[in-house]
């Protein structure tokens, strides 16, 4: 039987240099869970209590600020970061 995969802690803000960092790797499958929720039009309330696991109601500026930087790291992911992934899996 197969366990869940842990979901890795969740900074208050996510990466932001213009190289693949370690926390990026490790949440990768944030960013892609960020990607379709986005693509689905979901709530950005809804998202932050569930992929995030930040409550928006208790820490509304934490979950805002986390849920715009992850998105905009996960944005930078597809059209910079997987370069660096390919680059280093060669």
Not at 17 to 44: F, K, M, N, P, Q
């Amino acid at each position: 039987m197969c366990r869940p995969t842990p979901v890795p802690s969740i900074a208050d803000q996510a990466p932001s240099e213009d190289v693949l960092t370690a926390y990026d790797e490790s949440h990768l499958v944030v960013y892609l869970r960020l990607l379709d929720a986005e693509a689905d039009g979901a709530d950005w309330r809804e998202v932050a209590r569930i992929v995030l696991d930040i409550d928006p109601e208790k820490e509304p500026d934490r979950a805002r600020r986390a849920w715009e930087t992850h998105l905009r790291r996960a944005e930078w992911m597809t059209e910079h970061g997987y370069r660096h992934l390919l680059e280093r899996k060669s």
